[in-house]
């Protein structure tokens, strides 16, 4: 696989990103992507679900992860979590951090302070508009995130597939796919569709430098096709493992129950199954490739299978 | 397997897909499908209308044809019979138990192709002896599975699951579908939505420029607890929705939604008020043009982005 012109703008290898899961994305994982080419990203909150210590977290994050690789690797910065206040930011690039990826919220916010610090920014998006808007407020690359990606999600449900090409023509960034993507033949499929890289999360969860509990580890690599879920359509969309949480919710929903409620049932139970291996009671969110990861490797063998395998893909095509 | 040349399948779209479109689709290379229904009013006899309509197309190319069949429906053995009798190659089959007819069809030489949406249904369907599985993602137009698996991702399942090829639908419209199709594993596509905007599809010229308009966010699913369909957001979509969010019953929805919404859209033209079935892939389709360019601008768009790909690979 040759250099495109996503690893020339942040200094890597393979056009491969290690999407930064709230909670989960911790400093092992991030470097051993990083470590193996790709890119890996620190989520602030990871192995902290108390946010109240999350500063004092992220600095350690950091540290840590700069003591297991010299390679760059980035900060997720989801905007509705960190609004106007800039403390982790200046965290972030005191530290030395010079990529962040930004979502769920408005680019021109942060955009232009990271950049007057030297920081490269791709910004999550979701429809054509969201990307000419983020492609307008400066960033360096927009993250193209389908309806099949794990966690919280667009109302607007576009997935992976027709969503990417779309972005690729209406941007003249680059564009980096994600949602759906776990293995080497979906890599194949974004770069066909115009992307300039992909961002994995599920995969990546599944690792063995991944900080989240086995058994949720567990319950991504014995997923099926059909196992993931929508829920919180009307409210805040969030796609993951169908368990008997998530089938509580739905009967609500179905009954036409109010969103508040729903949200309600929902939060606080991301802990219970990310870190604690609840992944009946809790919020398991995965993405709808789950049922294409088959067992836990490390991040760095990843990598380098999916690099392998894409360079076979391509030349039977 | 099929005998065409170009691994391109024409969706048999419930009521437009007419003798004209399949003929030229297979023309060009590629397999054009006939709807039992195309182009009839509500009254007419199915059964006439499919014998016409494959008289028709097999008038207009020697190349091999396919006919689209909906197994629930009433009056499907009358219509495989049609099939046989009028010497179709191959057919499409859908929204039902592919158990029930496909050796009929394969004792009479029939290529059978079933239409999948999860793992499960295309094991089942391998297990009965169909040819081949059409695995139709939640970009499709019209109705979907329950299950919602994206095209990105059921592809590679379903291929992983099955012996037999494997044909991707849903959100494909141009050669960068074709070859991300093929990375994920399956060794043919079908279009729907992209053969609609085609000057040989009998579907008015207001339904043709509505696809045409469409934007990404131009289409949705409605009705999902009775039956997902995704189409272009309309009028007629915004009341189901706004039903849905108010926990309407099965019976309310269907009482509502009533006998011939789809034709209404796609066939009377009234794309306001009619179930205007079309695919998310409506956004990436921008002009009309004839349905053999379709199939050639796919393999030419095939070709150069597979060009493209290679580059990028070492050695």
């Known amino acids: ?317 | 397997m099929l005998s065409i040349e170009h691994p391109v399948i024409q969706g048999g779209m419930t009521w437009i897909a007419n003798a004209e479109l399949a003929a030229a689709v297979s023309e060009a290379g590629g397999l054009g499908v006939i709807s039992p229904n195309a182009g009839m009013r509500l009254e007419d006899d199915m059964v006439q209308n499919l014998r016409g309509q494959i008289r028709r197309a097999k008038g207009l190319t020697d190349k091999p044809l396919g006919v689209n069949l909906v197994v629930f429906i009433p009056g499907i053995e009358e219509l495989i019979e049609v099939v046989i009798e009028e010497g179709i190659e191959v057919v499409v089959t859908s929204a039902g138990d592919p158990a029930r007819h496909t050796g009929r069809m394969k004792q009479a030489g029939i290529a059978v192709l079933h239409l999948v949406s999860s793992v499960k249904q295309a094991r089942h369907a391998e297990g009965v002896g169909v040819d081949a599985v059409v695995a139709e993602g939640f970009e499709a137009g019209g109705h979907n599975g329950f299950d919602e698996l994206p095209t990105m991702v059921l592809v590679p399942h379903v291929a992983d699951a099955v012996g037999i090829p494997v044909i991707a639908a849903g959100g494909i419209a141009d050669g960068r579908g074709l070859a991300a199709a093929f990375a994920l594993g399956a060794e043919g596509v079908q279009l729907g939505t992209r053969f609609v905007a085609t000057r040989e599809c009998i579907a008015p010229q207001n339904v043709k420029d509505a696809i045409v308009a469409a934007n990404d966010t131009g289409t949705a699913i409605t009705a999902r607890n009775l039956s997902p369909t995704r189409g272009l957001t309309n009028g007629f979509s915004a009341q189901v929705a706004e039903m849905d969010k108010h926990g309407a019953t099965a019976d309310e929805l269907l009482a509502f939604i009533g006998v011939g919404r789809a034709r209404m859209a796609l066939l009377e033209g009234r794309v306001e008020e009619g179930e205007a079935y079309a695919g998310a892939a409506a956004g990436m389709i921008g002009d009309i043009v004839g349905a053999g360019d379709v199939v050639n601008q796919l393999i030419e768009g095939y070709d150069r982005i597979v060009a493209q790909l290679k580059e990028g690979v070492s050695n």
């Open chain 1, 1 to 317: 696989m040759k250099k495109t012109r996503l690893c020339e703008l942040l200094g890597i290898e393979y056009p491969i990103i290690q999407g930064g899961m709230g909670l989960i994305a911790g400093a092992e994982l991030a470097a051993a992507v990083s470590e193996a080419g790709g890119l890996g990203i620190i989520s602030p909150n990871a192995g902290e679900p108390d946010w109240g210590r999350v500063a004092d977290n992220l600095r350690n994050l950091i540290r840590r992860a700069k003591s297991l690789t010299k390679k760059p690797f980035g900060v997720n910065f989801p905007i509705h979590m960190i609004g106007d206040d800039r403390q982790l930011i200046d965290i972030a690039v005191e530290e030395g951090v010079r990529i962040v990826t930004t979502g769920a919220g408005s680019p021109a916010l942060h955009t232009p302070y990271f950049h007057q610090r030297g920081v490269k920014v791709l910004h999550l998006v979701a429809t054509v508009k969201h990307a000419l808007g983020a492609e307008k407020a400066g960033v360096d690359a927009v993250i193209a995130e389908g309806y099949e990606s794990g966690g919280i999600n667009s109302r607007d449900e576009l997935t992976t597939f027709v969503m990417v090409p779309q972005v690729v023509d209406a941007v003249g960034i680059p564009v980096v796919a994600a949602g759906g993507i776990c293995d080497a033949r979906g890599m194949a499929a974004a770069m066909a569709l115009g992307a300039d890289g992909v961002q994995m999360g599920t995969r990546f969860v599944a690792t063995t430098e991944c900080l989240a509990h086995q058994g949720y580890k567990d319950a991504i690599v014995a997923a099926g096709d059909t196992d993931t879920v929508i829920t919180g359509r009307g409210s805040m969309l969030v796609r993951g493992l169908r368990n008997a949480l998530t089938d509580r919710v739905m009967e609500k929903e179905k009954a036409g129950g109010s969103d508040e409620e729903a949200i309600r049932m929902f939060s606080e139970l991301s802990e219970a199954a990310l870190l604690r291996g609840d992944v009946e009671g809790g919020r398991a969110a995965y993405g709808a490739g789950a049922g294409l990861v088959r067992g836990i490797v490390s991040a760095g063998d990843v990598v380098r299978g999916m690099v392998a395998e894409y360079d076979r893909i391509v030349a039977g095509l």
